[in-house]
């Protein structure tokens, strides 16, 4: 989260503030969800996700290669080029 977030040049009040909590604790709350130690709600994560402009499992990725993953697979622009991906994935999985 703290990733994509940087990324956009965004600071943790902003992110708080976009998914509506208030901007006296958005900072806070935001800080204590990136750090882990609170877990949002499915709702606000969902909330976050979108306003990220990730899929919501990029939110609960441990591994940052994974997280890149999912977002390369999002940026993909058809069906076809994502079944073709997909099969090379599993293949080389079966190596």
């Avoid at 899929?55 to 609960?60: Q, R």
């Avoid at 994974?66 to 977002?71: F, I, K, N, Q, S």
């Amino acid at each position: 989260m703290r990733a994509r977030r940087e990324a956009l040049q965004w600071s943790q009040e902003k992110v708080g503030v976009l998914i509506g909590i208030d901007e006296s604790s958005s900072r806070a709350r935001i800080s204590r969800y990136e750090l882990g130690t609170h877990e949002p709600p499915v709702k606000t994560a969902r909330q976050i996700a979108e306003v990220l402009g990730v899929p919501l499992a990029y939110l609960y990725c441990e591994d940052d290669e994974v997280a890149e993953l999912l977002l390369a697979l999002r940026r993909l622009d058809s069906p076809a080029r994502l079944q073709r991906v997909t099969s090379w994935i599993n293949e080389m999985a079966e190596i």
